[in-house]
């Protein structure tokens, strides 16, 4: 959870599994949100020199150049910053610059961003901005991962994708407007609207199974492995079944809707691994793991401690000085505007933070503006480790919602809604046991919390998966984990003195 006040996004699987939550839950932080949220002062911010663009973006027109120099600092803002490690930006550089000589624009150039999130992702802009998270570089487990990641989104660059989206885009506004004007059945309308953003998520579909192709080719040309691809995406898919285990959730690898972005995984690894058999491979072809396990030695895993991290079922806040516990049962996830929590039996405990001013009670608070269009019920103040708080139940179409606010310093006050299709008392006890844990910590025990990250560690005589495994910074899924993160088959097995990443503290 951010220590900036940011509107709500939901992690995808959240969507799927409880939407008319999500869309309630949504409207209740936006309306947080609006109140100023969480922050810690401009030292909190960054700074404009942090955010600009250091290489050259030659070979592109005016258009792609403004729209890509537009963009960059949103694309950075909303992903917290850059990640400044010199060592792994100088291999990226070369890496891209490697892949641009052999691609069909090599007059381009790239500039290459370490985006300092935990999430896998990697996408660009107009004008040659590429961008990879430190989450999908630590995922990654050699050169030829890495090269045909990279060859992927400048393939995108190179095709002028987004540009090409963004003209489709402006198709579909015109059309919904016509629709709007001309179409004087609802029914039909919605119909015409639903069939013309279908065709547009179908056009970005294609354009990412192209940009595949594309880069799977221009990462060969220049000397990579083109099996590279298939491994990522492989890795990618064990991961996001892992991630969705971890919370709850069930992964469906082949789901995707009329409106997706993107074909689902499964399509994408066997359409990369046509492509791959077909370029051919040869003993030259690089796929080395040492040098760029030397690169990524030591790298910041996982959430950012200025923004909170979770352990287990435990979220920390050293910056603000805050933690609490969820019940067994719940999968915790920290996202960029909230910490959401989900249960195997689809309950959703979401904590967050609103400005509320200290002349208002909490008990005034909850009864005004606990949640938007319910009917607020039960306020109850109480007392948690010390602190002002206070409880309501509030009713809402399919759901029931339970509440507790605690009075934090200044005009803070922290927030846990439990959200459930069927609230009774056993559900109730599982927030108010969350809100009861919540604590301050103190100044001593904040610093002394040290941040997860990457050692990369040669495997002795005797260790097996589990005794190395059982090294990782996890209170849960220890051993997946650690296969996830090696791409590591079931079948695999460890040998002495190979080189394999744990995540440490």
Known sequence: MSTRAKSLTWPKSAWRKAPAAAMLLAALALAGCAN???SLGDGGSLSAAAIQPVQSNAGFDEKEVALGKREHPKIVTAFGGTYADPQLQRYLNATVEKLSRASDRPDLGYTVTVLNSP?????????GYVYVTRGLLALANDSS???NVLAHEMAHVIARH???REEQANSVAVMSQVVNDV???PEAGQA???LTKGRLAQFSRQQELDADVIGIRMAAKAGYDPEGAVAFLRALERQTDLHSKVL???YDAGRVDLFASHPATPQRILSAEREATQVGRNADMERDQASYFQVIDGMAYGDDPREGFVSGRTFIHPALGITFTLPEGYGLENTPRAVVGFSENGDIIRFDAVAVPSTVSLSDYLAADAVRGGRVTDIKPMTVNGLPAATATVGGEGWTFKVAAIRGDGNRVYRFILASRDLDYAREQELLAAARSF?????EEARSIRPQRLDIVAVRPGDSIESVASRMAFDDHQIERFRVLNGLSPADRLRAGQEVKIVVR
């Open 162 to 164: 987004a540009i090409q």
């Open 439 to 443: 604590r301050v910590i103190p100044q």
């Open 119 to 127: 999430s896998i992702n990697a996408f660009s802009l107009p004008g």
């Open 183 to 185: 179409i004087r059945d």
């Open 36 to 38: 100023g949220g969480l």
């Open 192 to 194: 015409a609207l639903a």
């Open 248 to 250: 709850n959730q069930v």
């Open 145 to 147: 991962e890495v090269a």
